[in-house]
C-alpha cells in the first residue's frame, strides 16, 4: 500500500466521501492481493524447481537436513513442522506416496518457459508485470494430465 493510496482514503473520510473511500480501498486490496498472489506463484515456483530434501539422521538428536530454495542447507531437531499432522507428531513419508511423473512433466516445462523468457528462476523478474506474464503464460500453455 503507498502513501499515495492512504491519503487518497484519509482525504475521502474528511470529506465524508464513501464511495471515494470505497474506490480507492478496492483498488489498493486489488494491489495487494495481486502481488501477495504473485509472490506465491513465485515461492512455489522455486519449490518445484528446488524441492526440499530431507535426510534422516540415525543420531539420538535426530537432526533433520532440508536444502532451501535459495540453496542453503539447514539441520533443526525435529523437522521444520512440514512433516507433523495436526496434533505435532511427527509423520513418516514415504516415496510411494509422491507420484513423481506428473511433477517431472510439470517441472520440465516450468524450466522451458524459465529458458523462454532467459531467467533462471522467477524471482530473477526486474518487475512484478514481467513475473505475472511469466505465469500467465505458463497457466496458458501447460497442457497436463486432466482429473476426471
Do not use: H, W
Amino acid at each position: 500500500m503507498s502513501n499515495e493510496n492512504i491519503k487518497n482514503m484519509v482525504d475521502a473520510l474528511m470529506d465524508n466521501d464513501g464511495v471515494g473511500f470505497k474506490k480507492e480501498f478496492d483498488v489498493t486490496m486489488n494491489t495487494i492481493v495481486a502481488e501477495k498472489l504473485a509472490d506465491r506463484k513465485t515461492e512455489v515456483a522455486n519449490q518445484m524447481i528446488n524441492p526440499v530434501v530431507v535426510s534422516e539422521s540415525t543420531d539420538d538428536d535426530e537432526l533433520d537436513e532440508y536444502i532451501q530454495s535459495d540453496g542453503t542447507r539447514r539441520k533443526c531437531k525435529g523437522g521444520d513442522g512440514r512433516r507433523t499432522d495436526k496434533f505435532g507428531n511427527k509423520i513418516k513419508v514415504t516415496e510411494d506416496e509422491v507420484e513423481e511423473g506428473k511433477d517431472e512433466e510439470y517441472e520440465k516445462f516450468f524450466r522451458a518457459a524459465l529458458k523462454k523468457f532467459k531467467v533462471d528462476s522467477p524471482a530473477d523478474f526486474k518487475s512484478e508485470d514481467e513475473k505475472k506474464k511469466f505465469f500467465d503464460y505458463v497457466d496458458k500453455n501447460y497442457k497436463g494430465e486432466k482429473s476426471d
